[in-house]
DNA sequence: GCTTATCTAGCACAGTTGTGTTAGCAGCAA
DNA sequence: TTGCTGCTAACACAACTGTGCTAGATAAGC
């Protein structure tokens, strides 16, 4: 019996988008088995038919969103100026509109568990060493392009560029509002400036 | 009657220390009146006679937190090279040892939940105002010895400073081990070597 | 001694949690 | 028809939650 009325890999997506929302509105303590089957109209028992325990839903729901992401930061024009390609990505990480606001508060909420949570190590780490790779690229695509400031070191770079960016993630979370989209997007701006300054001025 | 066996802010200060030991093992979601109370060795009612609430507990323990690093940070000898006072005040920071891993696994697991918790909006409020006035500290510290690299703006560079100590704290909390202690420091180091380079590289 | 305030302990309440089990529904194959 | 499978629903269980309430213990002031 292959054709179905709901494919089972929508409805598994469809219950990971109710994780979100209830993340969103109320936190991750609140995306209880009965509260996540409430938020996507299904009864409980459906929903373990999907998923058999909680942490795997819940371990579903961010990967979902790490792939979105990473889609989002494929589909971006590689061609032109470095810095502003480099930019263009990292803005797709930043919560600047209600979606990566979203996806934004459930990183937030599943890394803060996952320092205590030993069953979300792997999955933690998995991101990790993505997220690693992505800004790692991000600095040799600068390098490459001559517009590295000479002298820095690319890995220690990565490093430092990725840990900002997750700064600047946290503190436009904690501060809602246009300002502190403004600020966000202002801060990343002078540190790219910072490492790679145009060529007028390096 | 003034005078008491225990004092009533030692008592309050001994359950706040049992919330930080639960936060550490266990994450925030099991720092439940019961097992905080039982972590203290004390009764239920005995902790409801201290803390009316929970929140109002788990208020005092957070704001407690902040009180011990501002006070360790204003420890810190102001005297001589200015860039190495300033290291020393993030490091006081940074989760390096047990104490201060323990105080920022605290910090992460209130902020997480300080995203969509209304509760915590005031408090919230209050740390970030805290910290952000003392990396408009440090750095006008740096601008004020002469040691901050021409050209930068001082409000920028201290949000910038603020974000990457953040970033870098929660890299270090979700990658334990002496390794990324190692690069915790390289990373705050190689920024600070940014903002504020030597004398002769200036 | 007695009184009073501070502190401690314990139980009760109604609510929520994750998970297990059992039964009923559709639609397809024989 | 009968049987099978994917899917849905509903209930039960034991454990846990925050908070309210009551009673006893302890220590200080008189």
């Given at each position: 019996?292959?054709?179905k009325l709901v494919d089972?890999?929508?409805?598994?997506?469809?219950?990971?988008?109710?994780?979100w929302r209830i993340v969103m509105r109320d936190g991750l303590e609140q995306a209880s088995v009965r509260n996540v089957a409430r938020e996507a109209g299904?009864?409980?028992?459906?929903l373990r038919h999907y998923f058999?325990?909680?942490?795997?839903?819940?371990?579903?729901a961010l990967r979902l969103v790490g792939e979105r992401i990473e889609e989002r930061i494929r589909a971006v024009d590689?061609?032109?100026?470095?810095?502003?390609?480099?930019?263009?990505?990292?803005?797709?990480?930043?919560p600047l509109d209600r979606t990566r606001r979203g996806?934004?508060?459930?990183?937030?909420?599943?890394t803060a568990?996952?320092?205590?949570?030993?069953t979300m190590a792997g999955l933690r780490k998995e991101i990790d060493s993505r997220l690693t790779?992505?800004?790692?690229?991000?600095?040799?695509?600068?390098?490459?392009?001559?517009?590295?400031?000479?002298?820095?070191?690319?890995?220690?770079?990565?490093?430092?560029?990725?840990?900002?960016?997750?700064?600047?993630?946290?503190?436009a979370l904690l501060r809602p509002g246009r300002t502190s989209n403004a600020t966000a997007e202002a801060t990343v701006g002078a540190h790219l400036d910072q490492i790679a300054p145009a060529a007028s001025e390096r």
């Amino acid at each position: 019996m292959v054709p179905k009325l709901v494919d089972a890999q929508t409805r598994r997506t469809e219950l990971a988008e109710a994780v979100w929302r209830i993340v969103m509105r109320d936190g991750l303590e609140q995306a209880s088995v009965r509260n996540v089957a409430r938020e996507a109209g299904l009864s409980m028992g459906s929903l373990r038919h999907y998923f058999t325990t909680q942490s795997e839903l819940l371990g579903f729901a961010l990967r979902l969103v790490g792939e979105r992401i990473e889609e989002r930061i494929r589909a971006v024009d590689t061609t032109g100026d470095q810095r502003a390609v480099v930019r263009s990505m990292i803005d797709e990480m930043l919560p600047l509109d209600r979606t990566r606001r979203g996806e934004c508060e459930v990183w937030l909420a599943f890394t803060a568990r996952a320092v205590v949570e030993p069953t979300m190590a792997g999955l933690r780490k998995e991101i990790d060493s993505r997220l690693t790779d992505a800004f790692t690229t991000m600095i040799r695509r600068l390098a490459d392009a001559g517009a590295l400031r000479p002298g820095l070191d690319q890995k220690v770079e990565a490093e430092r560029l990725y840990a900002l960016v997750d700064g600047v993630i946290l503190h436009a979370l904690l501060r809602p509002g246009r300002t502190s989209n403004a600020t966000a997007e202002a801060t990343v701006g002078a540190h790219l400036d910072q490492i790679a300054p145009a060529a007028s001025e390096r």
